[in-house]
């Protein structure tokens, strides 16, 4: 019997690629506010599992942000007919009561996804935000955000290197 899309993408795919990020992780946090101006660098941990029999994995993460705590929860999956990484994400720093949706391409050694966020209370204009995860190895990844002004202009906003723990 030939196996389905989703049983070939767990063997040799894409959800392959992201159940190897199943596990416990520890790294380090750097924020920017401003283009090129650090703003703070602070430990974070993160959990990682498989749901929904394997087809999303969920990552858990907390940290602190200026000596304040906060935490957030990403879902990544791969929309097999669309052939494309997407992501939920919500935390209680950068988001608020927001969620946003991204989707976006595979990279070399994972991907890069894009969404919008914004409030009508400053303006209602949308800035993107884009996202990338590079998988460094068995036991490291990067996850690196971006924030894209209206204009198209692109600033890191956050980078996390993680390590398995």
């Known amino acids: 019997m030939a196996k389905s899309k989703f049983e070939k993408s767990l063997a040799d795919g894409a959800h392959k690629k992201l159940l190897q990020l199943i596990g416990n992780w520890q790294g380090s946090t750097k924020t920017w506010f401003e283009k090129d101006v650090l703003a703070d660098e602070s430990l974070s941990e993160a959990q990682i599992i498989s749901i929904l029999g394997s087809r999303f994995i969920s990552v858990d993460y907390h ?57 009508p209370e400053y303006g209602g204009q949308l800035w993107g935000w884009r996202t990338a995860l590079d998988i460094v ?29």
């Open 63 to 119: 940290g602190s942000l200026e000596g304040k705590p906060f935490e957030g929860k990403m879902i990544i999956g791969f929309d097999l007919p669309y052939q494309r990484f997407t992501t939920s994400w919500v935390d209680s720093f950068h988001m608020g009561t927001q969620m946003m949706l991204s989707s976006g391409e595979a990279t070399t050694n994972g991907f890069s996804v894009f969404g919008e966020y914004g409030s």
């Open 137 to 165: 190895g068995d036991d490291a990844f990067v996850l690196t955000a971006y924030n894209v002004s209206p204009e198209g202009e692109e600033a890191k906003a956050t980078e996390t290197v993680y390590k398995r723990i």
